[in-house]
């Protein structure tokens, strides 16, 4: 297989869903006013994975490269606040451990935290970290402010799956991207180097591009399928 030299002009994000949707907003804003063509193809009889999902603190840099005001977004997706990660279980039965977002402790006198903490547990001290960490003390008592007058409260959204699809497209659609409703029939890959030319719907329909995007999920479609 070689390289192509051909400029990528027509851009196809194969799949829906969140991935689908959070490709087409971010190809949509990177390469706004450049002429190119961005098509997403997804159809409403192949279902998404609609659970709620689990961010962590860098959804909120994708949402402001959107240019997402952050009230919008929860409002859009039924979002709730998340300020860390509670694993149970995973180093024992009764085992229990948060990790929160944000910073541990803070350096002193040039010292990182670690070590002040690290010479309190030598010498007898509690191992509950808690103390030191807003956004541990602030799930503990199950409260949330978006900054405060030390700095900003780290935290990430738990939202809707489906919902952040929905929100995301309309964005992505007001910036030129262009949906098509069918399922693929045909992947049908270039003879002279064997990347992907066109998607031959099953309505007959065609679509070509330059660049191809699988966001398939578990079918993977195109990179498990067609060029596997």
């Known amino acids: 297989m070689s390289a192509r030299t051909r400029p990528m002009r027509r851009i196809v994000i194969l799949g829906g869903g969140s991935a689908g949707w959070m490709t087409a907003a971010a190809l949509a804003r990177a390469l706004a006013g450049q ?74 006198g040039g010292i990182h935290f670690h070590h002040y903490w690290l010479r309190h547990l030598a010498q007898g001290g509690a191992d509950d970290h808690a103390p030191y960490n807003l956004e541990t003390l602030a799930a503990r008592a199950g409260r949330f402010a978006p900054a405060t007058r030390h700095g900003p409260v780290h935290h990430a959204v738990h939202f809707d799956a489906a919902g952040y699809a929905r929100f995301l497209r309309s964005h992505a659609e007001a910036g030129g991207v262009s949906r098509v409703e069918g399922k693929v029939a045909e992947v049908r890959l270039d003879p002279e180097d064997g990347f992907i030319d066109t998607l031959l719907l099953d309505d007959g329909r065609t679509i070509g591009g330059d660049l191809f995007v699988d966001c398939s999920g578990f079918r993977g479609v195109l990179i498990e399928g067609a060029l596997k």
């Open 35 to 108: 002429g190119h063509v961005i098509t997403l193809i997804e159809s409403e009889a192949i279902g998404t994975v609609g659970v709620g999902e689990a961010t962590v603190p860098p959804i909120h840099d994708f949402n402001r490269y959107l240019r997402i005001d952050p009230a919008e977004f929860l409002r859009a997706t039924n979002g709730t606040i998340k300020l860390g990660i509670q694993f149970d279980g995973w180093g024992g039965r009764d085992a229990s451990y948060f990790h929160p977002f944000g910073y541990l402790g803070i350096e002193m």
